[in-house]
């Protein structure tokens, strides 16, 4: 490996190239399902999935949760100096990138290289581990499939940032977008996602929601506006989620953020970043979410993970349910894929998983359980009856009257006397038992 990708020391000593041995493997440091080359329907695994490692939760978190502090002690974060800490952790970061064999990473500003409070100095920061990262992509062949900037963590964005109601807020957020677009155009960024971690409002008692709203459509339009001149010809996104930190999001799921670029003028120009667990905590599943996108063509990029039944925060645990990932790629398969984006595993290992294999397993099991269901899907639409039941239920919208109300041939008077000619309706099954016995079967 050369020295560019692994710096000046190794950090994931005994586990060398992940590498796909097949089913019946019993290495649990090898794909068993992941066969990048392997096609299915027309496209490779690779393809398809466009594996993402983030670089926050794998090379930042610490194991702290809302009860105790770090367990995950890292070697990269040794060194004083900042730029030279940074470069340890690009260091690490690379090794493993390349290691677990996934094309791309995704990276939010602050957790590429630390920031400060003075606005000059951060994008000096920047600067210098983008040049560093430069060298390491053109190394290894990894790429970025998107980039962001953290408006939520530091205490200056507690009430938000482009819907902050204070304007020096909202200008300072504007500052690191730009920082964080700059980065993401010079590494060939192929997106660039927008999460409104706090976005949203804690009482309307002291909010004006509606101007809120406003500032944040004029701040995407800003920024759209100026990656667009600076020759950015990727997808913008929009990360869902209904709350936690907030009371109340404004992006909350994606019939939401639907409504609000329809509104504002931003459909063309960008789609949604799914997350499983922001999914579960909007009350909905992850298919749902990934339908009401795909089915108004905004099905740009998924977050892989999962949250935790018993607890009611983001978890952020690495997907393992082979039965629901499927559910996902029927929909995936169905709709004609991600338009841009790719499966970025946005998961963290446990904050009792303190060896460095177990990142290796946990994104191992990850993409093992979407490469799977991937398979899964595509045997259930090639050689089950799936596809003719569900077309079946709907079969009375293909002819007559049926067909005459979907082309807006019908008026109500119309509809009134074909329920009374018709008699009354025959009771039809749903057959929803079966087909998920069909899912299972096929697992």
């Known amino acids: 490996m050369a020295s560019i990708l692994t710096g000046d020391k190794e950090y994931f000593k005994g586990v060398g190239q992940i590498k796909y041995e097949g089913p019946e493997s019993d290495n649990p440091?090898?794909?068993?399902?992941?066969?990048?080359?392997?096609?299915?329907?027309?496209?490779?695994?690779?393809?398809h999935l466009k594996f993402a490692t983030a670089y926050w939760h794998s090379f930042v978190g610490s194991g702290a949760d809302p009860f105790g502090g770090q367990t995950h002690v890292f070697p990269w974060d040794e060194k004083s100096d900042v730029i030279e800490r940074a470069k340890d952790k690009m260091d690490a970061a690379f090794e493993f990138f390349t290691k677990i064999g996934f094309p791309y990473y995704c990276f939010h500003d602050v957790d590429v290289v630390d920031y400060g409070n003075d606005i000059n100095e951060?994008?000096?920061?920047?600067?210098a581990l983008v040049e560093y990262a430069k060298e390491k992509q053109a190394a290894s062949g990894i790429k970025l499939l998107w980039g962001t900037a953290n408006l939520f963590s530091h205490k200056r964005y507690m009430n938000g940032a482009s819907t902050n109601p204070d304007f020096h807020v909202l200008a300072h957020g504007a500052a690191q977008v730009k920082s964080a677009l700059d980065a993401t155009i010079a590494l060939g960024g192929e997106n660039y996602v927008f999460w409104g971690g706090r976005e949203g409002y804690m009482s309307l008692l002291n909010t004006d929601m509606h101007r809120e709203i406003e500032h944040f459509a004029k701040f995407l339009h800003a920024a759209k506006d100026y990656a667009r001149k600076q020759g950015f010809k990727g997808n913008f996104f929009i990360e869902p989620k209904p709350c936690e930190p907030t009371k109340h999001q404004y992006d909350y799921d994606a019939a939401t953020v639907l409504g609000f670029l329809q509104k504002y003028d931003l459909m063309n120009d960008f789609k949604l970043n799914l997350e499983v667990n922001h999914a579960t905590l909007a009350g909905h599943t992850f298919q749902h979410e990934m339908q009401v996108a795909a089915d108004n063509g905004l099905l740009g990029s998924l977050d892989a993970n999962r949250g935790d039944a018993q607890n009611g925060w983001d978890t952020d645990q690495f997907p393992n349910d082979i039965n629901?990932?499927?559910?996902?790629?029927?929909?995936?398969?169905?709709?004609?894929?991600?338009?841009g984006g790719g499966v970025n595993f946005d998961a963290k290992i446990r904050r009792n998983s303190t060896d460095p294999a177990d990142l290796f397993y946990a994104h191992i099991g990850g993409a093992d359980v979407f490469a799977r269901a991937l398979i899964i899907a595509d045997n259930i639409l090639q050689k089950s009856d799936y596809k003719k039941i569900?077309?079946?239920?709907?079969?009375?919208?293909?002819?007559?009257?049926?067909?005459?109300?979907?082309?807006?041939?019908?008026?109500?008077?119309?509809?009134r006397a074909y329920a009374i000619e018709?008699?009354?309706?025959?009771?039809?099954?749903g057959k929803q038992e079966y087909l998920e016995n069909l899912v299972n079967r096929y697992i």
């Open 29 to 47: 440091l090898a794909y068993r399902w992941y066969d990048e080359n392997r096609v299915v329907a027309g496209k490779t695994l690779k393809e």
């Open 122 to 127: 951060n994008d000096r920061r920047l600067q």
């Open 324 to 339: 629901e990932v499927t559910e996902y790629m029927l929909v995936l398969l169905q709709s004609g894929g991600l338009q």
């Open 390 to 415: 569900r077309a079946e239920r709907y079969a009375s919208y293909d002819s007559g009257k049926g067909k005459e109300f979907e082309e807006g041939k019908l008026t109500l008077e119309d509809l």
């Open 422 to 429: 018709a008699g009354e309706p025959a009771v039809i099954s």
